[in-house]
C-alpha cells in the first residue's frame, strides 16, 4: 500500500522561501507522477505543477511559473515544492499527490498525502 | 487555458435523495476530466477519472458521464457520509496541465 507522508507545518515571513517534502512508501516512485496542489483557506483546489522522477523535468501551472520548484529524489523517494517570495496569500494548505497511471500527467491523483499547512505571517 | 465551471454552487439535499453535480468546460476537453470529492481536514478522494470510471474502491452509488464540454457527477442515493464539496478537475495534453473547478458545496438539508 502505497503511502505519502509530508513534512511538519511551517510559519514563514512574508519574502522567505518554504519547501515542503513528500516521502514515499510501500511502492514504486520513479514512474509515478507527483504532483502538488494547494487549498488556501475558504478557497478551491489550485495545481502548482508535478514531476515523473525517472524523467526529472518538471511541469508548472501559469500561475507559479518563475515561484516553485518541484524535484525529486529518487535514491529517497521524496519530492520536494520549493516556493519562494512567500506572501499572506500563500498561507495554505499544501498536498502532494500521486498519479494513477505510471509514466502520464492525467489529473488522476488517486493517493494523497496528509498535507502541510503553511502559514505566511510578520 | 481551460477554465471549468461547476453548478450549482451549493446543493441542499436530504439523505437518500439523488444528487447530480455539473462541470462545463470553457472548450471541449480530452478524455482526462475527474470529479473529487474533499472533506474538511481531509485529503481530496479521487472518485471519477476519464471521466466515467470508478476509482478503486468507490461505490457503485457513484458515477460519471458527459463529453466534450459537459460533465456530470451523479450520486444515485446520497448517503450522510457523502456530503461535502466536489470538484471536476481536467487535465490538458499541451502544455501539460491541470485545472480544478471552483467546486460544488453538497448540504444537508
Known amino acids: 500500500q502505497v503511502q505519502l507522508v509530508q513534512s511538519g507545518a511551517e510559519v514563514k515571513k512574508p519574502g522567505s522561501s518554504v519547501k515542503v517534502s513528500c516521502k514515499a512508501s510501500?511502492?514504486?516512485?520513479?514512474?509515478?507522477?507527483l504532483n502538488w496542489v494547494r487549498q488556501a483557506p475558504g478557497q478551491g483546489l489550485e495545481w502548482m505543477g508535478g514531476i515523473i522522477p525517472m524523467f526529472g523535468s518538471p511541469n508548472y501551472a501559469q500561475n507559479f511559473q518563475g515561484r516553485v520548484t518541484i524535484t525529486a529524489d529518487e535514491s529517497t523517494s521524496t519530492a520536494y515544492m520549493d516556493l519562494t517570495s512567500l506572501t499572506s496569500g500563500d498561507t495554505a494548505i499544501y498536498f502532494c499527490a500521486r498519479e494513477f497511471r505510471q509514466l502520464a500527467l492525467t489529473g488522476a491523483f488517486d493517493i494523497w498525502g496528509q498535507g502541510t499547512m503553511v502559514i505566511v505571517s510578520s | 487555458e481551460i477554465v471549468l465551471t461547476q453548478s450549482p454552487a451549493t446543493l441542499s439535499l436530504s439523505p437518500g435523495e439523488r444528487a447530480t453535480l455539473s462541470c462545463r468546460a470553457s472548450q471541449s476537453v480530452n478524455s482526462y476530466l475527474a470529479w473529487f470529492q474533499h472533506k474538511p481536514g481531509q485529503a481530496p478522494r479521487l472518485l471519477i477519472y476519464d471521466a466515467s470510471k470508478r476509482a478503486t474502491g468507490i461505490p457503485a452509488r457513484f458515477s460519471g458521464s458527459g463529453s466534450g464540454t459537459d460533465f456530470t457527477l451523479t450520486i444515485s442515493s446520497l448517503e450522510p457520509e457523502d456530503f461535502a464539496v466536489y470538484y471536476c478537475?481536467?487535465?490538458?495534453?499541451?502544455?501539460?496541465?491541470?485545472?480544478f473547478g471552483q467546486g460544488t458545496r453538497l448540504e444537508i438539508k
Open positions: 510501500g511502492g514504486t516512485f520513479s514512474s509515478y507522477g
Open positions: 478537475q481536467q487535465c490538458n495534453n499541451w502544455p501539460p496541465g491541470v485545472t
